[in-house]
């Protein structure tokens, strides 16, 4: 008689993995000692965060691979390693080559690997939960800088920047080491004690698709398109939330890294809060009500000019942000089945890079060509989350039709 699999540890364990991963955007802290104890300019130090945005499908995917073909505790485990040794190793790079070696490729190569290990094997065990537990785990990404940020700041005021990066490389090392002893493989066709398929308001999936599959559907591109404009306006802010505090509201710098941690406590909240919502309303009615909030949330921004009005906008954003990356890999499941998991949201998750790599660049551009001011940035992020809207409404009829199985019918 097999042991039954203790689920609540493997989604702790793998929260864990990823509080340690997800410090990879705490980069913003490291950026300014790096370049001035380096010498490079910021271009050439922010280069290290691009290339590790940009690589992140390739390992999702591989990673992705694994978990698909049960080596789940292999690729959390190679992936969290991969990711400390990087960490661990940007502490001794000497020129911005090194840099993007260790940070760019080793670290991003490894979170890819951990994120995508730690999601797939973990919503699989959670068949009557896959909202909450994708929120849960997709937390430990989102609340990691909540940690990584302060912990660094200490660590490079006390013993500089590349001793920073030495020392919570390795004990990166430590924790993906201890926390994949308790990692377990979800079994094919898991369902906990007393679970029926058809409760929990959702029924399983009639047909496990895999990839080559899921690329020929019109539901495919949908969820693709949704996830990239969910994302979107999150990136932005993430990414400019300082500066859009500091030219726009007049915060003191002080202030504005205030709200800027606000809004990290916000995304990492709105991935369990969201995908909890999920589990009850279904993943399509609640995107409807994530793209109404973020287009509210934004105009929030452009209408109003007081402090109160910049957090509105930021809280509400943050949390649509983390509910966007919470909702996704159970929808994703749920339209193509727990079999092929892995690698069907790696591929989907080329959405969310594609959104990583232009929204941001295209927030400072405009931004630039304003005095600092992000209003236009704003307006067409406000437009694409009406385009989310509409695409949602698309998806859900769909849905009803069950359009995955007539389209590869």
Known sequence: MKKEINRWAVLIA?????????????????????????GWSMSEVMMAFTINAAIG???????????DKGKATWAILIGGLLFGVGFMLTGFATTPAMLYFTYGILAGLGQGFAYSGCLSNTIRLFPDKRGLASGLIT?????????????????????????????????????????SLFIRVAPAGYAPKGFVAAQGGQAAPVVNVPWTGMIRTVTFYLILLMLGIGAFSGLMIASNASLIGQNMFGLSAAAAAGYVSIYSLSNCLGRVVWGAVSDRLGRANTLMIIYAVIAISLFALVVFESVAGFALGIIGLGL?????????????????????????????FIGYSTAAFFAPKLAVQMAGQNGGDFTQAFYIAIVLAAVGLILDIVYKSREKSKSVQKELA
């Open 14 to 38: 793998s929260m864990g993995v990823l509080l340690c991963t997800g410090a990879v955007y705490a980069f913003s802290v490291f950026a300014g000692p790096l370049s001035t104890t380096q």
């Open 57 to 67: 499908p390739i390992p999702t995917i591989l990673g992705g691979i694994m978990t």
């Open 139 to 179: 937390a430990g990404m989102g609340g990691a800088t909540i940690i990584a940020a302060p912990v660094a700041n200490w660590l490079i005021q006390g013993s500089g920047v590349l001793n920073a990066f030495k020392v919570m490389g390795i004990a990166y090392i430590v924790v993906v080491i201890i926390c």
């Open 320 to 348: 649509c942000f983390g509910g966007t990356m919470g909702v996704f890999p159970p929808l994703v499941m749920g339209n193509f089945g727990p079999k092929n998991q892995g690698v069907n949201y790696g591929i989907v």
